[in-house]
């Protein structure tokens, strides 16, 4: 579904993460991938991951919180690729005294810290790399969650930050799309990535979503993966600023 197409994955900080799944997918529909990692900590196991993949998969190191950063990483997409057909935006984080107890308690710095690396950080890499798409039918996903629609126990300022992700992708839909830039997001439901790791509960948030959702199972990275790649490839034309839940049917559910 990709066969010849380049595209740049923000996100993999492991073997679970969602952009992993995502890069193994693109890259087994014959895309050639560039994947970026937050710091030097999970370079050398991104670099361990892309050495799976068939060819040449430059890995490079990009902190989204940092333009100077994220020019750099842009930059040397430019010098291995030339262009970009697709974009893959896999990155949250909210600090750690957030994501328990009231949401009215979120400190000023809390909010903007989340704000900053998970929802204007797409905006970020979708102007960079939308210079990178001039003339060629270009795609951007990113990756998001219900708690932007619906109040999730504990997701609190994340839910907000995601909630305002959503309306980036409308908003970089209207902008983009009259140079043929396609921006969308998928909803995933629960999986256990390291984004989930230390969330309490968790165990039971899946057995929740596994009898709830229509299809009676939870969400795998591998399911969002394909979905992710319908949304990256020409199948998925005439969508744009869309966003598609990819949770076995757990968000039309009321109760
Ligand atoms: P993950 O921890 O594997 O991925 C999150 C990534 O964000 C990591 O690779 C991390 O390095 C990166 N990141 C954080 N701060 C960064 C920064 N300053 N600069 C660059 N990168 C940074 O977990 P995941 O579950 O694969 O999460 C990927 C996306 O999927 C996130 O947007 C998350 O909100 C979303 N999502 C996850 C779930 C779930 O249940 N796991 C459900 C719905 C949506
Ligand atoms: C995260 C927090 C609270 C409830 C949650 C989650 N539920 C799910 C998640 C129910 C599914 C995972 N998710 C969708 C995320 O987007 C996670 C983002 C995240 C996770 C952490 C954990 C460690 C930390 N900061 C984080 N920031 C963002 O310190």
Request: aromatic letters at 8%.
């Amino acid at each position: 579904m990709l066969q010849g197409k380049r595209g740049l994955i923000f996100g993999v900080a492991n073997k679970r993460s969602i952009a992993w799944a995502i890069a193994k997918a693109a890259s087994a529909s014959g895309a050639q991938v560039a994947l970026t990692y937050q710091n030097e900590r999970l370079g050398e196991s991104v670099r361990e991951l892309a050495a799976t993949l068939p060819g040449e998969t430059p890995c490079i190191e990009c902190d989204v919180t940092h333009d100077v950063s994220l020019d750099a990483a842009f930059d040397e997409v430019k010098i291995r690729f030339g262009s970009l057909d697709f974009l893959v935006h896999s990155v949250a984080f909210a600090r750690k005294e957030e994501l328990s107890g009231g949401y009215s308690q979120t400190s000023r710095e809390g909010f903007h810290f989340a704000q900053d690396v998970s929802t204007y950080s797409f905006t970020a890499v979708a102007r960079r790399g939308a210079a990178l798409m001039e003339g060629r039918a270009g795609a951007m996903i990113t990756l998001t969650y219900i708690g932007a629609e619906r109040v999730i126990p504990n997701y609190n300022v994340m839910g907000v930050a995601k909630a305002a992700l959503e309306a980036s992708v409308r908003y970089l839909a209207a902008d983009l799309g009259p140079r043929g830039i396609r921006v969308n997001a998928i909803s995933a439901g629960p999986i256990k990535t390291l984004a989930a790791a230390g969330i309490g509960d968790f165990s039971q948030i899946l057995e929740h979503h596994k009898n709830k959702a229509p299809l009676r199972k939870n969400t795998e990275a591998e399911e969002v993966a394909d979905s992710a790649l319908f949304l990256l490839s020409p199948l998925s034309r005439g969508i744009t600023g869309e966003v598609i839940h990819v949770d076995g049917g757990y968000s039309i559910m009321g109760t």
